[in-house]
């Protein structure tokens, strides 16, 4: 089952952590997140300031295509880029592409990859990216 109003709330209740910078502390991620006063929305705030402190599952520089990965239910697909230039495919079992995703300018987005199976990423990128698979509930 899908849930795109998660994301929606995810990314509206990362913005007091987001007001600490990408440099922000955990420590002022979580403050920030203790003071939102509605349970749910400090919840995921918390979660959001968990998932920007875990390791990415992807990390390079330029162009790299990944081995192959699995995934066994609804997947968040959370990609950054220090660059002008960002895109990544994502890529079924046999290696087409399912979808175009890209970033112009840096930054960040997230896709949500419905469907169990076996994928790949081709990414290409002017500078560097991290790339985070984050299963969902």
Not at 34 to 44: I, V, Y
Not at 68 to 93: H, N, Q, W
Not at 124 to 136: I, S
């Amino acid at each position: 089952m899908t849930r795109p109003w998660a994301a929606v709330a995810l990314i509206a209740t990362l913005a007091p952590c987001a007001a600490q910078g990408e440099e922000g502390s955990a420590a002022a991620q979580i403050a920030a997140c203790r003071t939102t006063a509605d349970p749910a929305e400090r919840l995921a705030c918390y979660d959001g300031a968990a998932a920007r402190m875990t390791p990415p599952t992807f990390a390079g520089r330029l162009t790299v295509q990944t081995d192959p990965f699995t995934i066994t239910g609804p997947t968040a697909l959370r990609y950054e880029s220090d660059g002008p230039i960002f895109v990544l495919y994502l890529k079924d079992a046999e290696g087409q592409v399912i979808q175009n995703l890209h970033i112009g300018g840096g930054g960040s987005a997230v896709h949500l990859i419905e469907k169990p199976g076996s994928y790949s990423l081709l990414i290409a990128g002017a500078e560097t990216w991290r790339v985070w698979l984050e299963p969902r509930p």
